[in-house]
């Protein structure tokens, strides 16, 4: 069975020069990590914003259920995309 692609395959190389090229794309990876890393630890310690038991959620109910389900315990209140 013969298959066929749209786009080209990469070029055949020998395991040196596919090693060294590996290396570098794994340098690239560690480094783009380390930078959304970076970014996730910012995004943590952007201040917070105190939410006033009036104020209505997006489906038109009022907050005012917060103080009793976090009971005092401010380590479990959510945090947005969290």
Known sequence: ??????RPLPPVTDR????????ELRVREKAHTRAGDA???ERRR???VGVDA???TLDGRPTAQWPRVAAGRS???AAPGH
Do not use: H, Y
């Open 16 to 23: 040196a020069t596919w090693q060294a090229r590996i290396d």
């Open 39 to 41: 970014l996730a630890a």
């Open 54 to 56: 009036q104020t209505m």
């Open 1 to 6: 069975m013969t298959t066929t692609t749209d």
């Open 46 to 48: 952007l201040p917070m």
């Open 75 to 77: 380590d479990d209140l």
